[in-house]
């Protein structure tokens, strides 16, 4: 398992945008797809996109397909998820967590490494 960090949330006003940050302190993302989820309060927790490290395109849900973009950063060591034109509905904790099946892979028990989660908090 990996240890993952995530950064990059706060408050922002509807129609703003965030990036958040995914970091493996002491660690590396070789070989690993790193995901994305949300979960807000009474809710499953939704995914929202996916990467492998190596290579390859995103794959993203469609919860917030078009407004969001995840990129890695070689350099940092870091997986980010870029969200633009925020809505209140997207108010959530946001996690990364990592997996050796795919980025299509969108099932959270699949992931076995998680983040702490960073707050979003978007108003109208």
């Known amino acids: 398992q990996v240890q993952l960090e995530e950064s990059g949330g706060g408050l922002v006003q509807a129609g703003g945008s965030l990036r958040l940050s995914c970091a493996a302190p002491?660690?590396?993302?070789?070989?690993?797809?790193i995901g994305w989820f949300r979960q807000t309060p009474g809710k499953e927790r939704e995914f929202v996109g996916a990467v492998i490290w190596d290579a390859g395109n995103p794959y993203y849900a469609d919860i917030l397909k078009g407004r969001v973009t995840i990129s890695r950063d070689y350099v940092q060591n870091k997986v980010h998820l870029q969200m633009n034109s925020l809505k209140p509905e997207d108010t959530a904790i946001y996690y990364c967590?990592?997996?050796?099946?795919?980025?299509?892979?969108?099932?959270?028990?699949?992931?076995?490494?998680w983040g702490q989660g960073t707050q979003v908090t978007v108003f109208s």
């Open positions: 967590a990592t997996t050796r099946y795919g980025p299509t892979t969108t099932s959270r028990d699949r992931y076995n490494s």
């Open positions: 002491g660690g590396v993302f070789n070989s690993l797809t």
